[in-house]
């Protein structure tokens, strides 16, 4: 048996009053997935241990049968080794956004949409100013970059941009942790809050100047105005998941996100890049999916993750939400459940959201997520529908965690 993980990052939502007081998963039409739920078996999961926040590297962490207690060291590490930066055991990386202010507020967390050929610019320009032996600024994509500090503690309290739209931004800048522990040969916390705290003030100048934004101000468009470290850490040590499962003897990631590329990285998994594949409602659904199926072919495990939907929730898009629901149904799981079902060795297919993305809040919730496994011959349950209420009648119940993983790897 061979699995596939098709993951819609985002895309568990709210009841919605516009909608007739159904979430958007009741509300688009998900033929294919509604048709894998009514055939195969559904659930519950639970994707964030307590004490952790729901973000995306956490979640996707989770899904994939990791212990987050052992395990979790921040989206810095994974997106520097997604993008093939091989952390030295001093290092400290951070992830590194390029965001929007207007007025004292963080407008939004992405610059504006900002694409990577813009970013890049921006990013070696804030790097010829700004790095030094110490720091050091990574392009990575579209909004999403990279944070090196030599030396740098991880005992600090960042915000993540995506949670605080319209609020202002000084009061969110980092701090050093309570009792913060010393540890040898690096910097105190207090001393590497003060440090990027420093940077975002310093790039705002910077920024500001920079013909880019000075370009977009005059056509009156968001500007790329400031950086915004969050979540860091040091070097994560995983074990990859044929170590954990045994059946799984290859295995592949494809995702236009970084950090997922990062934890597919540690997880052993062959990254495969697709041409298109942006993060956002106009991503390469169809080259993504070909991309799935031809990995099927060669390994025995794939991880296909579409961000598309934790987007448009983030920017509270409520009609761009619904449309890349339905664009998951049609463009990715429809032509890979087509393809696979015609196999003589049987594909599982699992789908579902990492984390709730509100479009009403904006922000990551912590709260279960919608399920479904199914395979050539399952036996089904009495779930007839793949949203959010229908598969809590779900014969898998409410799993946890890693207990998901373990589910999938039974069968």
């Not at 916390?189 to 934004?213: C, G, M, R, Y």
């Amino acid at each position: 048996m061979k699995h596939i993980i098709i993951l819609g990052d985002g895309m568990a939502d709210h009841a919605v009053e516009r909608l007739g007081g159904k979430t958007l998963l009741q509300y688009a039409n998900i033929e294919y997935m509604d048709q894998l739920a009514h055939e195969g078996r559904c659930g519950r999961l639970i994707t964030v241990p307590e004490g952790f926040p729901p973000g995306s590297e956490v979640a996707n962490t989770a899904i994939l049968g990791y212990d987050l207690n052992k395990v979790y060291e921040g989206r810095g590490p994974l997106e520097a080794a997604s993008i093939g930066y091989e952390m030295a055991p001093d290092d400290f990386a951070i992830r590194c956004n390029i965001i929007t202010l207007e007025d004292g507020r963080i407008i939004t967390h992405n610059g504006g949409n900002l694409q990577t050929e813009d970013a890049d610019i921006l990013i070696k320009y804030l790097n010829e100013h700004l790095g030094s032996d110490r720091v050091r600024f990574i392009t990575g994509i579209q909004y999403r970059h990279l944070l090196v500090i030599k030396g740098g503690s991880k005992h600090i309290v960042c915000n993540p941009p995506h949670d605080h739209p319209n609020e202002e931004w000084r009061p969110l800048l980092v701090s050093a942790e309570a009792d913060a522990p010393v540890e040898e040969g690096r910097m105190t916390a207090q001393e590497t809050a003060d440090l990027i705290n420093d940077l975002i003030l310093k790039s705002q100048v910077l920024l500001a100047q920079h013909p880019f934004n000075i370009e977009r101000a005059k056509r009156g468009e968001r500007q790329a105005n400031s950086i915004w470290p969050w979540s860091g850490g040091y070097r994560p040590e995983m074990k990859t998941i044929s170590d954990t499962y045994p059946q799984v003897k290859s295995g592949a990631v494809i995702s236009a996100v970084d950090l997922i590329r990062g934890i597919g990285h540690y997880a052993g998994l062959k990254k495969i890049f697709v041409n298109g594949a942006t993060g956002l409602a106009d991503t390469n659904y169809e080259g993504k999916a070909a991309a799935a199926i031809e990995a099927l072919r060669k390994y025995d495990f794939v991880f296909l993750h579409v961000e598309a939907s934790d987007e448009a929730g983030h920017d509270g898009d409520l009609e761009l939400k619904v449309k890349t629901i339905e664009y998951l149904d049609k463009r990715i799981v429809r032509p890979i459940y087509e393809e696979v079902k015609t196999w003589d060795e049987p594909v599982c297919i699992a789908v579902l959201p990492d984390h709730p993305t509100p479009v009403e809040m904006r922000i990551h919730v912590n709260e279960p997520v919608p399920f479904l496994i199914w395979y050539p011959g399952i036996e089904s349950d009495d779930v007839e529908r793949y949203d959010e209420v229908s598969c809590v009648s779900g014969c898998y119940g409410l799993l946890r965690l890693q207990q998901f993983m373990q589910t999938l790897m039974s069968v």
